[in-house]
Nanobody, 124 residues
């Protein structure tokens, strides 16, 4: 039903900024809750942020609240992640995920579709 492709990862210095994008295929993008997860080396995949299908509500992990911003453009079938004030501990592979529904869910097992991931490396 949907394929997700992340882009925008790379190397950035601490306190710097980086923007990620997730392009979705299909014509039902507006029916999906979208989220970003990340997996740091040796760690479990964790919820970063999510946005409701309408784009009107968002949720953030405490570790990124105030620094990261999720947004979506349903007309362009794209979800974005603006990352500011980056920390070394933000280093991870970032994954875009989608599930049919209205409101954000934090549990990764609830998401049906996943992107391939994009590496974000923050140096000190």
């Amino acid at each position: 039903q949907v394929q997700l492709v992340e882009s925008g990862g790379g190397l950035v210095q601490a306190v710097g900024s980086l923007s990620l994008s997730c392009a979705a295929s299909g014509r039902t993008f507006s029916n999906y809750v979208m989220a970003w997860f990340r997996r740091a080396p040796g760690k479990e995949r964790e919820f970063v942020t999510g946005i409701s299908s309408s784009g009107r509500t968002t949720d953030y992990a405490d570790s990124v609240k105030g620094r990261f911003t999720i947004s979506r453009d349903n007309a362009k079938n794209t979800v974005f992640l603006q990352m500011n004030s980056l920390k070394v501990e933000d280093t991870a592979v970032y994954y875009c995920a989608a599930v049919s529904g209205r409101f954000v869910i934090r549990m990764n097992r609830e998401y049906d579709y996943w992107g391939q991931g994009t590496q974000v490396t923050v140096s000190s």
